[in-house]
């Protein structure tokens, strides 16, 4: 530019030198009438908006995990149970073998005695008064007994007692 203004002396530029930008792309605002508009942002929106988003994803993830963590536990105490019900039978009265995956039922006879037997509970009649029903089991592969159905009234853990 300066050989241009060498070059020709008579040449004023009308613009201002201080109103040139050297980087134009650097400017925080539209340097020409056609440019896009900016707008400065408002900060606080901004952090407040992310923030929310923030908390709502965390929550979602906390929510999720908490679920896991409610599916664990009902699984180690459906596993407990199990565990527990098999100490009871493997001390019961058995005057049978039994069998992989077929269905046998529990009873409390007397204080600590415990029977086995293939009779459901609601086909015993008279005979079966002095029994308390604890549970319906099956014999899985593994030697572990799967609760079917159990008397709402007793709590293993109270039986070991």
């Known amino acids: 530019m300066e ?3 060498q070059a020709n002396p008579d040449f004023v530029n009308p613009i201002d030198p201080d109103k040139i930008a050297e980087n134009p792309h650097l400017l ?3 340097h020409q009438v056609g440019s896009a508009v900016i707008k400065p942002e408002d900060q606080g929106k901004l952090k407040g908006r992310a923030l929310s988003a923030m908390s709502q994803q965390t929550d979602m993830q906390l929510g999720q995990i908490y679920e896991q963590m409610q599916l664990l536990a009902s699984q180690a105490k459906k596993l407990q149970d199990r565990k527990e019900i098999s100490a009871f039978i493997y001390q019961a009265e058995m005057r049978f073998e039994p069998l992989i995956n077929h269905t046998y039922h529990l009873y409390l006879k007397e204080e ?3 029977l086995l037997s293939l009779i459901a509970p609601e086909s015993w009649g ?4 002095h029994l308390t029903f604890i549970a319906s089991v ?3 592969a593994d ?3 799967d609760i079917l159905q159990q008397n709402p009234d007793i709590e293993l853990q109270e039986l070991k007692s």
Do not use: D, Q, V
């Open 138 to 140: 099956k014999l899985l």
């Open 3 to 5: 050989k241009k203004a």
């Open 28 to 30: 925080p605002y539209a």
């Open 112 to 114: 600590s005695k415990y």
């Open 143 to 145: 030697h572990t007994w």
């Open 126 to 129: 008279r005979s079966g008064a």
